[in-house]
């Protein structure tokens, strides 16, 4: 009797714990819940059935019992993220690009600590960065391009020190690029195309050594490009076009063996880049890369 009731427990517990494993908390279905009820989830491209269990529901991705992913780019989403968001402790990538998003990026996304990768471009959104966005120490990758957000690039930036990849272009930012970012050690990636950042470089962009993609073209900067750009070893695509720089003489030393695109203004487009010889172009061709799962 006693072996049968030992037996019979084990199949309890292990019932009960296939239940927990395959559902979310509580917090976590009522935020996935806010997000479609605030984002008009009804008229959404690919709807959620809500009478149904959230593993069904398009774009969440859960693991044990915790969503880890949304991967809701391009499905027609329309107004704010709540700020409920926050409940998904346990996210690591959140993809809402191409879509409809408007009003305040929550500060509360930001306190995610988990998070790797925010994607939030082609949307409507406004305000500022939120200045807690320095302190989410996982994220790898914050790309917010062609929105409508304004004010200065928050001088802590240089505290997201995990970022690679940081694409905040065509928008309304202004203010002088924060001296911190040359502690974004491990940045391959830096767009700022299309603002209103202004003033003299004077960060030492030379810190930035996996730095492949320096994008500052059509903003106000003026003055000399820093110096220590030249010992980016590692760049392949720069634009500096439409801007008020004196001299970017400091590439002529520039030691990357790689540099496949070189865009800047007329008087500039004569630098020589060493013995190697390297394709200049007034103009890249601008797409817009597709939004990854």
């Known amino acids: ?24 908390s509580k917090a976590e279905k009522e935020a996935l819940k806010d997000i479609y009820d605030q984002t008009s989830g009804e008229q959404w491209d690919i709807p959620w059935d809500l009478t149904k269990s959230e593993t069904t529901w ?79 120490k996982s994220l790898e990758e914050l ?47 830096l767009e700022l195309f299309g603002n209103k950042l202004s003033g003299v470089i004077d960060v030492e962009l030379g810190e930035l050594q996996n730095l492949k993609e320096m994008v500052l073209s059509y903003n106000q900067f003026e003055g000399n490009l820093p110096q220590s750009t030249a010992s980016l070893a590692n760049l392949e695509f720069v634009q500096l076009q439409g801007n008020n720089f004196r001299s970017i003489r400091s590439l002529q030393n520039l030691r990357t063996e790689g540099l496949a ?19 200049k172009t007034r103009m890249a061709t601008n797409t817009f890369e597709d939004s990854k799962d």
Do not use: W
């Open 261 to 279: 695109t070189f865009d800047s203004d007329d008087e500039f487009l004569n630098i020589q880049f060493g013995k190697e010889n390297r394709s």
């Open 58 to 136: 398009q774009g969440v991705v859960i693991e044990n019992g915790q969503v880890v992913a949304l991967h809701l780019h391009k499905n027609g989403l329309k107004g704010k993220i709540p700020s409920s968001i926050k409940n998904l402790k346990n996210l690591r990538v959140l993809n809402m690009a191409f879509n409809k998003l408007n009003g305040e990026i929550p500060a509360e996304l930001f306190a995610l600590t988990k998070l790797k990768s925010i994607r939030l471009e082609m949307n409507f959104l406004t305000g500022s960065l939120p200045e807690s966005f320095v302190s989410a």
């Open 143 to 189: 790309s917010l391009f062609n929105n409508q957000l304004e004010g200065a690039i928050p001088n802590g930036i240089g505290d997201a020190e995990t970022l690679r990849i940081l694409n905040l272009s065509s928008n309304y930012l202004e203010g002088k690029l924060p001296k911190s970012i040359a502690q974004l050690k491990n940045l391959e990636s």
């Open 1 to 24: 009797m006693k072996r049968f009731i030992e037996q019979y427990l084990l199949i309890i517990f292990m019932i009960c714990t296939f239940s927990v494993e395959g559902q979310t």
